[in-house]
């Protein structure tokens, strides 16, 4: 092997790895923006979750008052 085949060879495998390693920069920068924003979404569905939670607890409460009225009701009759 010549000396021209060998730099030719090494150019093909340095360039090789310069594109392997862009792809992989590449990847990384798409997998944290992923990542961010299903942080992001998470959060959102966490919010959406205690306040959710919260409405169920006042509607237990309001429901709950109403049967014990209707119970006061059924035993004063």
Do not use: F, H, P
């Not at 992989?24 to 979404?41: F, G, M, P």
């Not at 237990?60 to 014990?68: D, G, L, Q, W």
Request: glycine share 2%.
């Amino acid at each position: 092997m010549s000396t021209i085949d060998m730099k030719s060879s090494a150019e093909q495998g340095l360039d090789a790895l310069e594109a392997r390693v862009d792809e992989l920069i590449r990847t990384v920068e798409r997998l944290s923006q992923e990542n961010r924003s299903l942080y992001a979404r998470q959060k959102s569905l966490m919010a959406e979750r205690a306040d959710l939670i919260d409405k169920t607890d006042m509607a237990r409460t309001r429901v709950e008052s109403m049967i014990n009225r209707l119970k006061s009701m059924e035993v004063n009759l």
